[in-house]
């Protein structure tokens, strides 16, 4: 398994969002489709020039804001509806996401997505992903395209976003 199967870092930091993550940490985060989240008015992320440019070409739904308590971890899955998104870990501690590919009965190979830069990720949601997150709270940026999994995969974002030299 290599990692851009997996994930690619863009070669863009958060110039607009970064400005009002902490007026989002303390409004409205709420539960909404199992997750604790804040939604983004796309009034904010459209000034974003990374996500301006990849709406123009493949329409973004909606964006928002994941809140993750200390101590917890989502358990190995894939989406269910996304096939691909964009991510941005905005605050942790000490938390990792990794992706795995069965090995052999009892063991993965695993690579761990390096979130040590204020960069966005695009992310592969078809291929099983696990949070744990252990200490401090947890702030992830995500968004959610309108064409869903079965339209839309990490391959045709990626090569579209590889062609316009968006990638580290």
Not at 3 to 16: A, G, M, Q, R, V
Not at 98 to 125: A, H, M, Q, T
Not at 146 to 165: A, F, I, P
């Amino acid at each position: 398994m290599k990692s851009e199967e997996c994930f690619s870092e863009f070669n863009f930091e958060s110039s607009i969002i970064k400005n009002f993550v902490e007026m989002f940490k303390k409004t409205d985060i709420r539960m909404r489709e199992g997750f604790k989240t804040h939604p983004i008015d796309k009034k904010y992320w459209d000034k974003e020039p990374l996500l301006s440019k990849i709406n123009q070409q493949f329409q973004i739904q909606k964006c928002g804001i994941i809140y993750m308590e200390p101590y917890t971890c989502y358990d190995w899955h894939t989406d269910v509806d996304r096939g691909v998104c964009i991510n941005w870990l905005i605050e942790h501690k000490n938390s990792f996401t990794v992706f795995g590919k069965n090995k052999d009965d009892l063991n993965l190979d695993v690579i761990r997505v390096p979130y040590e830069s204020n960069r966005f990720f695009l992310f592969n949601n078809q291929i099983p992903h696990s949070v744990t997150n252990f200490e401090g709270n947890r702030y992830l940026f995500t968004l959610v395209f309108d064409r869903k999994k079965d339209d839309l995969s990490y391959e045709e974002v990626y090569t579209w976003c590889k062609s316009e030299g968006l990638f580290v």
